[in-house]
């Protein structure tokens, strides 16, 4: 069984900088998609940005430029971070962390953590 667990949620003004923090721990496939998801109320989850066990990386137009995803692997055991600069009042969401074999797995079939929240006032 996969735990996923995310951290490093806030609130911050706008221009300002936070840093979320993912563990999933468990059963860690060889093949994988981590991504950093968030969803704001009324709205549907987006996917952010996604890493890729071959490293491939990607982001949504809106955050390009801002936002820099990174990975680190120990025994059992995956980290994912989403460096978030430049913040705006946009951006505020819940964000989650998911994980599954591949990155169009992960909305419908994949783990998730509960969620941390990031808040960007003007």
């Known amino acids: 069984q996969i735990q996923v667990v995310e951290s490093g949620g806030d609130s911050v003004q706008a221009g300002g900088s936070l840093r979320l923090s993912c563990t999933a721990s468990?059963?860690?496939?060889?093949?994988?998609?981590m991504g950093w998801f968030r969803q704001a109320p009324g709205k549907e989850r987006e996917a952010v940005a996604t890493?890729?066990?071959?490293?491939?990386?990607?982001?949504i137009d809106s955050v390009k430029g801002r936002f820099t995803i990174s990975q680190d692997n120990a025994k059992d055991t995956l980290y994912l971070y989403l460096q978030m600069d430049n913040l705006k009042p946009e951006d505020t969401a819940k964000f989650y962390c998911?994980?599954?074999?591949?990155?169009?797995?992960?909305?419908?079939?994949?783990?998730w953590g509960q969620g941390t929240q990031v808040t960007v006032s003007s």
């Open positions: 998911g994980l599954a074999r591949k990155c169009s797995w992960i909305r419908d079939s994949g783990y």
């Open positions: 468990g059963y860690i496939y060889p093949l994988y998609c």
């Open positions: 890493f890729e066990s071959d490293g491939k990386i990607s982001y």
